[in-house]
């Protein structure tokens, strides 16, 4: 249970030390005094929204840390040693605001993100607000209450229906992926069929660019070697006037009979005579390189024409024969993949009637499940309102087929009809306000008994009743008390006599400002609380003798039949 709470410079409270009890705290004071700030402090160190606002004028930072006393449940347990927590017999909670927005947390002293303190705040304390009544209204909250309500084996399976729901919208994305890519499908496979075509009719060689250039470059200048090369020809071989090798040809005789006479020459000759018989080859060679070259316009044409395939695919596909041919093979695997994808949409197909059909089966069994539960909290909250003073109340879970969803496929209404006779009508459209806080206390004391949470705090949960519905809310809450901690803001001096321990709200002026002091009551300080409540400042002894009859009340109720 929360034993004590620490808050500084949150809103109109400087600083001050608030001391819980187990069983029913009651907080009451005049309107603005700040009893719904010691309810926002505590929603803040469960890991409510935070916002600088709250820090107090003049302060760089608020403070709030909560001690919790007592055992913790399993649940908790189980959290806290996964995060590797140990503890004694207290645990302590903490958060700091700062003006730069910085925002710290603790568990046990050690900074933790807020998310973990959230989770950890959720098992500790349940808080119960005005806004509550608005929301019960809500057919999405209604079936989180059903869901919470059927328990365990409920809250299983609805993963596994999400779970299945997700696994749906996953397989219909992909497929609206793969149809967004095939959209232009047939356009496209044209186009890489042509460019396939194209580039196959090709029939490109390699380096073939480069060996075309040489040779229309030899075509283009056949006439001028020719000549030339006839014009060496004739120089080398002679003609009509006597050419290189006829001068060598008489060099090497002329050596040759020097070298009969004097062998010095002998080495002259031979190198002489090897030129003689390299000229004869070269003569020979170029004669046959001469009568090679062909002028041909023929061939000519045909190379220019190939070129300019060549230059145009590469202005296409990229600036060589290679980029060509990797412009080929992108080509082909795309058309594959293309001519693949029909394959593809069968196999989703499949896959996305299996994953229907399992989120059928598991969406049917949750249906059934909450069927099941919303007959139990129906009888449950039924019994919880005629001992609300809604004697002849009737409350029903009605569970009907929609749309599916990521929470299954049910639809679930929360019906109630407060009179005997009256037909069964949507809480929303039928419950007065004093209904509704009455609906929402009996689900609390039905839903607290499963969650096993320590300390459940309800703001003004009288507002909108009076009368005998007062007393038997009181006396609810009295029976709450036994089994958890309540805490209760109340204006209503019913509900405050019912108190095992109370706490009273003051505003007052300190030094040129207004703070919020709070004061715990005993004795005849509660009775002239309650009789401040019943009468304000016109408090009498009529008045105070009111207050303790309330007070008996109060403490006499629990021994009470039916409680």
């Known amino acids: 249970m929360l034993s004590e709470l620490y808050v500084e410079n949150f809103g109109l409270i400087e600083k001050s030390i608030i001391n819980f009890n187990c069983g029913f705290n009651v907080l009451t004071g005049e309107t603005g005094a700040g009893k719904s700030l010691i309810i926002d402090a505590v929603g803040l160190l469960i890991g409510g929204r935070g916002s600088q606002d709250f820090i107090r004028t003049g302060a760089d930072k608020l403070i709030v840390q909560g001690t919790f006393d007592g055992d913790l449940s399993p649940e908790l347990r189980e959290t806290l040693s996964e995060a590797g927590f140990t503890w004694d017999d207290s645990l302590v909670l903490s958060r700091e605001i700062s003006r730069n927005g910085k925002s710290t947390c603790r568990v046990n002293f050690r900074m933790v993100p807020l998310s973990f303190l959230k989770e950890v705040g959720r098992k500790l304390i349940n808080i119960h607000g005005q806004h509550e009544h608005v929301n019960l209204l809500e057919e999405g909250t209604q079936l989180l209450l059903l869901d919470s309500f059927g328990g365990p084996e409920i809250l299983k399976l609805k993963e596994e229906v999400k779970a299945a729901f997700l696994e749906i919208n996953k397989v219909k994305s992909k497929t609206a992926e793969l149809r967004q890519k095939t959209e232009n499908a047939a356009k496209r496979e044209d186009y890489l069929k042509f460019q396939i075509r194209e580039i196959e009719e090709a029939d490109l060689k390699k380096d073939e660019d480069s060996l075309l250039e040489k040779e229309r470059k030899i075509l283009q200048n056949a006439e001028k070697i020719t000549s030339h090369a006839n014009m060496a020809y004739n120089k080398l071989y002679g003609g009509r006037e006597p050419g290189a090798w006829d001068t060598i040809q008489e060099t090497v005789q002329l050596l040759k009979e020097i070298s009969v006479l004097d062998e010095k020459a002998e080495g002259i000759y031979q190198k002489v005579n090897e030129i003689n018989f390299l000229l004869e080859d070269t003569v020979r060679e170029l004669g046959d390189y001469r009568d090679g070259i062909i002028s041909d316009p023929?061939?000519?044409?045909?190379?220019?024409?190939?070129?300019?395939?060549?230059?145009?695919?590469?202005?296409?596909?990229?600036?060589?024969?290679?980029?060509?041919?990797?412009?080929?093979?992108?080509?082909?695997?795309?058309?594959?993949?293309?001519?693949?994808?029909?394959?593809?949409?069968?196999?989703?197909?499949?896959?996305?009637?299996?994953?229907?059909?399992?989120?059928?089966?598991?969406?049917?069994?949750?249906?059934?499940?909450?069927?099941?539960?919303?007959?139990?909290?129906?009888?449950?909250?039924?019994?919880?309102?005629?001992?609300?003073?809604?004697?002849?109340?009737?409350?029903?879970?009605?569970?009907?087929?929609?749309?599916?969803?990521?929470?299954?496929?049910?639809?679930?209404?929360?019906?109630?009809?407060?009179?005997?006779?009256?037909?069964?009508?949507?809480?929303?459209?039928?419950?007065?306000?004093?209904?509704?806080?009455?609906?929402?206390?009996?689900?609390?004391?039905?839903?607290?008994?499963?969650?096993?949470?320590?300390?459940?705090?309800?703001?003004?949960?009288?507002?909108?009743?009076?009368?005998?519905?007062?007393?038997?809310?009181?006396?609810?809450?009295?029976?709450?008390?036994?089994?958890?901690?309540?805490?209760?803001?109340?204006?209503?001096?019913?509900?405050?006599?019912?108190?095992?321990?109370?706490?009273?709200i003051l505003k007052e002026r300190k030094d040129d400002r207004t703070v919020t002091r709070i004061e715990t009551l005993l004795g005849e300080q509660v009775v002239f609380e309650l009789g401040r409540m019943l009468a304000g400042d016109n408090i009498s002894e009529i008045t105070l003798s009111q207050a303790r009859e309330l007070l008996r009340i109060g403490n006499n109720s629990i021994a009470e039949k039916g409680i």
């Open 298 to 504: 023929y061939r000519l044409e045909e190379i220019e024409q190939r070129i300019i395939l060549i230059n145009k695919l590469k202005k296409k596909y990229g600036g060589t024969i290679e980029k060509i041919w990797e412009s080929l093979n992108q080509a082909q695997e795309e058309l594959k993949e293309m001519e693949e994808q029909e394959t593809n949409f069968k196999e989703l197909a499949v896959l996305l009637e299996k994953a229907e059909e399992n989120y059928r089966l598991l969406s049917s069994r949750l249906s059934d499940l909450r069927k099941k539960a919303g007959m139990e909290l129906s009888k449950a909250v039924t019994k919880e309102l005629h001992q609300l003073h809604m004697n002849s109340a009737d409350f029903q879970v009605c569970v009907t087929e929609s749309s599916f969803s990521i929470n299954g496929k049910d639809q679930v209404t929360f019906l109630v009809s407060p009179n005997f006779g009256e037909e069964m009508k949507p809480v929303a459209k039928i419950a007065s306000g004093g209904e509704l806080s009455r609906i929402m206390l009996g689900m609390k004391v039905i839903l607290s008994q499963l969650d096993g949470i320590p300390t459940l705090i309800f703001d003004e949960i009288d507002s909108g009743l009076g009368g005998k519905a007062l007393y038997d809310v009181g006396k609810k809450l009295k029976t709450i008390s036994e089994n958890c901690q309540v805490i209760c803001v109340t204006h209503s001096p019913v509900i405050a006599g019912f108190a095992d321990h109370h706490l009273k």
